[in-house]
């Protein structure tokens, strides 16, 4: 079967196994989840074996996957792309060792801020690294592009980084594969000196980097996925990624002439770039994310032929459409129909019978003698307790900063100091702040909001599950102060009642507050009905 | 040939079966295309919608333009009329009749359905009920896909076949109820 329908994610997993990975490492984060859960329901990844169960975070999961490369083998990492800020220091510091086996990371941007916090564009992360970045347009490009990425990382001996934003992660079309070929054979790296970044050797691979540089610019010279497509006229598009698909609806539909630069490979390739914009008077520069080579191209003085998201020719944030892309270019686009008024927003909700409710039901009862209200909050689906009817958590920021926050605002003075994290997220980020806060002995009162998995990206398998105990006595909170909680509308008055105990204590109290998602509850129950282990 | 569907409804309803039964009958027939689906946040119980683009010749934008959709899909009143920027002059909108109110301000259900019969052609669809007489209330989004079959620019005998394939490792009876939906759908539409 070598046409299939896939998701850009999805696309990228069978490229990978398809270029002989070894390894996917990554932690889930929409728009990047659904690559490594290909993976691991893929059968071609059990013969030969390719790892790929979920990492504890982001930069855990890079640094497994560096070390797969220094062995010889291929590995991939994926993550969204406030991800790639978790793991920014193992990704900075590769790009000065280099790599051995091929090493891709894939960032799924998320322009727009479908489920996402901020909407930066990891383009610039690519370029502050010196490395190699890949921006496919569609699907089949995007297959074709991974595969590439892993022989330009072995080529070049750089990690290559691999954007996607998430209307081609989570856009589906037909997809052709080629041949599968094998897995690297273990091969340690013998170049011993380069993995060992004290400041003599890192000065010498730095340097080294720097002088790449115009090697990397060669490639992308001659990159069959940077292109010209002819035309007529003194105006003209540079189209970055993504962006070529928007511009291309509208040359197609208007039936234009106009002729487009398709850049997909970075860095720049100077002389196609320069031998391009000499030719025409005005040129449209089309980029998914932030104006990155807009601004580059445009120069510290403004060369007003550029146009583009940064003279409001585009908007400045937000992602790009066909209409956005026939307005810049001038045209006429059609009235449309409006929406009438007696539709409303239905914005996301907690789920029907979720144990986030009956939490938040009950903190805020046990809240409701004190003067400051607020709790701090963390990245999950328990952030929507923000919203009515709970309106309970007053912050959410980065993954894991619900603990730090209360901690430094019990610091400043404020009592109660509580936050909420779940289960995956205390994982990922919150056990050093808990250790902070158990150093300092912070007046601060933790709620883990234990559902037994990562809910909000789908139900993926959280790393501390059945441990939340030990962790927290391990990290030295005192086990009288770790309290046990059902959330279940039976148990309200009682969990008010050990709520408000913690949060009249002056020290550290840590409430795991356990009970399954109802949707993972929901699968499992299917599951097993399926394979008849459950009585009906 | 190119046809523009939005499919519409709200996180849980099952909006992906409908497009992905359109995707395959699209890939048999060699047609390109383009599928763009909202995963994420927005899925628990929130507005979601699926951009689906099929084509004989090469298709661009993940989206489709604003005023290109020759078809609203949807499988909740309120949800068809989000979408109303999206339909063409001609487009039409098929909609199951029955609302989701998982909100406290959901609108009142006649003043709705006045508002979809005057925003364009459009067909309303009792899809619970279809699906009951079909035999399994589950089947009421294949039910919603059989009413709006005649836009799809495919066969009905086209969809049948993607209907088989979709649920093939859900045993026969489960492919015979859905079969029976979509027929169903498509008599009930053409009445």
């Known amino acids: ?536 | 040939m190119q046809k523009n569907i939005i499919i519409a409804g709200v996180g849980g309803q099952g909006i992906l079966t409908i497009a992905s039964i359109i995707d395959l009958a699209a890939m048999n027939l060699g047609l390109h295309v383009k599928q763009a689906e909202v995963h994420g946040m927005s899925q628990r119980g929130g507005a979601v919608e699926s951009h689906l683009r099929i084509s004989t010749e090469e298709i661009y934008s993940d989206l489709i333009p604003l005023g290109k959709a020759d078809l609203i899909l949807s499988i909740e009143p309120m949800e068809s009329l989000r979408y109303l920027p999206f339909l063409s002059p001609g487009g039409v909108i098929v909609t199951s009749t029955e609302s989701y109110e998982n909100i406290r301000n959901y609108p009142d259900k006649t003043g709705l359905l006045n508002h979809i019969r005057e925003s364009a052609s459009c067909l309303l669809i009792d899809a619970g009920a279809i699906a009951t007489e079909a035999g399994n209330v589950k089947t009421y989004n294949v039910a919603m896909l059989g009413a709006a079959a005649p836009y799809t620019g495919m066969e009905a005998t086209e969809l049948e076949k993607a209907i088989a394939t979709y649920f093939a490792d859900k045993g026969e009876k489960i492919i015979a109820t859905n079969l029976n939906a979509f027929r169903l759908g498509k008599d009930y539409a053409q009445k």
């Open chain 1, 1 to 536: 079967m070598n046409k299939q329908l896939l998701l850009g994610a999805e696309a990228i997993a069978q490229a990978a196994l398809d270029a002989g990975i070894s390894g996917v490492y990554a932690y889930p984060g929409t728009p990047s989840t659904e690559i490594t859960e290909y993976i691991q329901k893929s059968p071609q990844a059990r013969d030969p074996f390719v790892r790929s169960a979920w990492a504890t975070n982001e930069k855990t999961a890079y640094e497994a996957a560096l070390g797969m490369s220094f062995a010889g083998k291929r590995s991939l990492v994926c993550m969204k792309h406030v991800g790639l800020n978790v793991a920014a220091d193992a990704f900075m510091n590769s790009s000065v060792t280099g790599i051995h086996g091929g090493l891709v990371i894939v960032v799924a941007d998320d322009p727009s801020m479908h489920s996402s916090q901020n909407e930066q564009d990891s383009r610039v992360y690519g370029k502050f690294a010196l490395i190699p970045v890949l921006e496919p347009a569609n699907q089949q490009e995007t297959y074709q592009i991974t595969r590439y990425a892993f022989d330009l990382s072995e080529q070049t001996a750089l990690p290559v980084l691999l954007r996607i934003p998430t209307r081609l992660s989570h856009s589906r079309a037909v997809v052709t594969k080629t041949e599968t070929r094998p897995q690297n054979r273990l091969d340690p790296s013998k170049e011993k000196g380069k993995w060992i970044l004290l400041p003599a050797n890192a000065r010498r691979n730095y340097q080294q980097l720097l002088e790449k540089q115009q090697e990397l610019v060669l490639l992308s010279e001659s990159s069959p996925y940077n292109k010209v497509k002819e035309g007529i006229g003194n105006k003209a598009v540079i189209a970055f990624g993504i962006g070529y698909n928007y511009t291309m609806e509208i040359i197609s539909s208007y039936e234009l002439q106009i002729p487009l630069l398709k850049i997909s490979q970075y860095p720049l390739p100077e002389e196609k770039i320069k031998a391009f914009c000499n030719q025409y008077d005005d040129i449209l520069i089309v980029e998914e994310g932030y104006p990155v080579y807009e601004e580059l191209l445009k120069g510290y003085f403004g060369n007003r032929k550029f146009r583009g998201r940064l003279d409001g020719t585009l908007p400045r944030t937000g992602e790009l459409s066909p209409a956005l892309l026939a307005k810049a270019l001038g045209l006429q686009t059609p009235e449309v129909k409006t929406i009438p008024a007696i539709v409303v927003p239905r914005p996301p909700m907690l789920c029907q019978g979720c144990g986030h409710r009956d939490l938040f039901d009950a903190l805020n009862m046990a809240m409701e003698s004190y003067p400051h209200k607020q709790v701090f909050g963390d990245i999950g689906c328990y952030t929507l307790g923000a919203m009515p009817p709970y309106s309970v958590i007053s912050t959410c920021v980065d993954m894991g900063a619900s603990i730090t926050m209360a901690k430094g605002a019990a610091d400043a003075g404020i009592r109660p100091a509580v936050c909420v994290i779940g289960d995956s997220t205390f994982t990922h980020s919150g056990m050093t702040g808990l250790l902070d806060a158990v150093n300092d002995r912070s007046p601060v009162t933790i709620i883990i909001s234990d559902n037994d998995t990562t809910a909000m990206t789908g139900g993926q398998n959280s790393a501390g599950t059945g441990r939340f105990f030990d962790i927290c006595k391990g990290l030295g909170v005192e086990e009288e102060h770790i309290r046990l909680i059902i959330p279940l509308k039976k148990n309200l008055d009682e969990n008010r009642a050990i709520l408000k105990e913690e949060l009249d204590y002056e020290g550290v109290s840590v409430i795991i507050s356990q009970r399954e998602c109802v949707q993972t509850l929901k699968k499992q129950k299917k599951q097993c009905k399926k394979t008849s282990l459950l009585p009906e």
